[in-house]
């Protein structure tokens, strides 16, 4: 029997694992996930199709679904909130909204231990409320407070560190361009997911300030605490600061209140900021540089949302995902404990690969496995394993997942945001900043174990909507 005949009469199931190895190995050479996941998506289906009515006729088919799925799946109304939460955050950089609010943040609680390090986790995680961007939040902060963090005496592993780990914050603290992706691949309401975020996302800042703060006071020479500011001056600053405000309020608002959807809210957020950076007198090169950026990581998510959503299509065909199911349900183990080794396992993908193609890559199978440990899609909070209804597992999960994802910007090899530091600072080498990471990555890790324990963290806010 040739090669070829023995590949044409393996099962759907083997080909799904075949593939998806082969996809594997194409991420681990270098290839972007985007490229990887389409052309092995493409691949698969050839070979399922062809199994079943021959090559020719295989490839026709799976050419014709190549062709539809871009534009069927990025035409949905959910991704248009990604441009638009994008500009929110270029536009407030380029109209030095981003700056104010630093400013304001280093008057009101610079004068705690490692106050400039507090200042730039509670500024980062107000800019994150606009950006929904963890690497622009640490590009952008890099900038900002990394230079006056050096210049007041803070050595500079920790400098770039606080940066990058901030940065993250904007994984969960609405508008969050990750947890829509995660809506969509679900197919759960984006609203709900986007205010589950929200607690989350602060206990998350108030984690790393605290965490600041304890480290100023048992290290020597940390930083100086920065004082020396009226009460007058603090309220003066506030102005500068006022319209990220206005948009966290307005998307709340807008969500959280049934007022609009949350496309509307992020649109309006755009108009807000826009007429705000126009009457701080905007020129027409910044305007056009914000948009350029927004193009470009926009055609970048998306890109990738093309590219891995005709590897979940095979995955379809070729059944993996309910076979995963089975087979995680059937393990003579508690599901919480298999519910931290998928985690664990997601900390180890996350060191090579990026936050968006491992979740794109993951979760139609790892998804519907969760959900079958909970006690499947009806269960009550009072049956299930988790202590969660079905829906709410799907959001706890959610939050759950993207926070390991973030997590993982921090972590080595890869470890986004560290790179990013890095290269808007270039006297902060790479080893630097994964240096300054570290009780961060402690941090997060304590964070994300508390998110497990305590899913009400989580399910507040959706429980209030009715959804949880």
Avoid at 231 to 240: A, D, I, N, T, V
Avoid at 413 to 428: K, M, Q, S
Wanted: a neutral charge.
């Amino acid at each position: 029997m040739s090669i070829l005949d023995s590949m044409a009469q393996m099962d759907s199931i083997s080909i799904g694992l075949w593939v998806t190895g082969f996809m594997l190995l194409m991420v681990l050479i270098g290839m972007r996930v985007a490229f990887a996941a389409a052309i092995a998506g493409f691949v698969g289906l050839v070979w399922i199709f062809s199994a079943r009515m021959g090559f020719e006729r295989g490839v026709v088919v799976a050419m014709k679904m190549a062709g539809t799925i871009p534009h069927s799946k990025v035409s949905t109304l959910a991704l248009s909130l990604i441009p638009t939460f994008i500009l929110i955050g270029f536009l407030a950089f380029h109209a030095g909204l981003t700056r104010s609010l630093f400013e304001a943040a280093k008057r009101w609680v610079g004068w705690l231990p490692g106050g400039m390090g507090v200042a730039t986790v509670f500024s980062a995680a107000g800019f994150a409320a606009v950006s929904g961007a963890s690497v622009a939040t640490s590009a952008v902060f890099a900038r900002i407070a990394v230079p006056e963090m050096l210049n007041l005496g803070y050595d500079k592993r920790f400098a770039a560190g606080v940066v990058a780990a901030s940065g993250t914050l904007a994984s969960l603290i609405p508008p969050s361009a990750i947890l829509v992706i995660y809506a969509i691949i679900v197919e759960q309401d984006v609203g709900a997911l986007l205010m589950a975020g929200f607690i989350p996302g602060v206990f998350s800042a108030l984690v790393y300030g605290g965490l600041v703060i304890v480290m100023a006071k048992t290290r020597k020479n940390f930083g100086p605490a920065v004082r020396g500011y009226s009460w007058k001056q603090r309220f003066e600053s506030l102005p500068g600061s006022l319209p990220i405000f206005l948009v966290v309020g307005i998307i709340v608002v807008c969500i959280y209140g049934g007022v609009g959807t949350p496309t509307e809210a992020g649109s309006l957020g755009a108009f807000v900021i826009l007429c705000m950076a126009l009457y701080k007198g905007m020129k027409l090169q910044e305007l056009k540089g914000a948009l350029i950026e927004t193009a470009k990581l926009t055609v970048m998510i998306f890109t990738i949302i093309w590219g891995v959503l005709l590897y979940v299509r095979f995955l379809g065909f070729a059944d993996l995902p309910s076979a995963f199911s089975d087979w995680i349900t059937g393990l003579e183990q508690s599901p919480m404990l298999t519910l931290v080794l998928i985690l664990l396992a997601y900390a180890v993908l996350g060191m090579f690969m990026d936050a968006i193609g491992m979740l794109l890559l993951t979760l139609p199978v790892v998804f519907p496995a969760v959900i079958a440990l909970n006690g499947g899609e009806a269960v009550t909070a009072a049956d299930s394993a988790f202590g969660v209804s079905a829906v709410g597992c799907a959001i706890w999960f959610g939050i759950i997942v993207v926070k390991m994802a973030e997590f993982c910007l921090i972590t080595p090899p890869i470890g986004l945001n560290c790179f990013v530091v890095a290269g808007v600072r270039p006297e902060c080498s790479v080893q630097d900043v994964f240096r300054g990471v570290i009780p961060f990555f402690i941090a997060d890790a304590l964070t994300i174990a508390a998110l497990v324990a305590m899913p009400g963290i989580v399910l507040w806010l959706p429980g209030k909507m009715g959804f949880a």
